[in-house]
């Protein structure tokens, strides 16, 4: 059963940065697209950013947020700097794997991590 894991939540003071991971298992599974989502307390889950042969990004972390994936390792990256309280969130890794396009609607992918926690403090 292929599986999605995630690392790299933390806390942090507003204004510093984190870098997500996010890596399949079995190591060697590959998928054409991924994103990342995110969920706060009593909030819907939102696309923040998604790769294929292009990027996408949610307007409230472009200019912030680098999503990226190494091929070589098969693992997906979400660079994340001067963050916000409101960034505060469950971060979820999300793939699929055929797509013609990058998309940040969670009904558009079939594989879910299970989460890493950001917490951003003022």
């Known amino acids: 059963q292929v599986q999605l894991v995630e690392s790299g939540g933390g806390s942090v003071p507003a204004g510093g940065s984190l870098r997500l991971s996010c890596t399949p298992s079995p190591y060697t599974t590959s998928f054409d697209c991924m994103a990342w989502f995110r969920q706060a307390p009593g909030k819907e889950r939102e696309g923040v950013a998604a790769?294929?042969?292009?990027?996408d990004y949610a307007d409230s972390v472009k200019g912030r947020f680098t999503i990226s994936k190494d091929n070589a390792q098969n693992t997906l990256y979400l660079q994340m700097n001067s963050l916000k309280p409101e960034d505060t969130a469950m971060y979820y890794c999300?793939?699929?794997?055929?797509?013609?396009?990058?998309?940040?609607?969670?009904?558009?992918?079939?594989?879910w991590g299970q989460g890493t926690q950001v917490t951003v403090s003022y």
């Open positions: 790769i294929s042969s292009i990027t």
């Open positions: 999300a793939a699929r794997r055929a797509c013609w396009s990058t998309s940040l609607s969670r009904d558009y992918y079939n594989y």
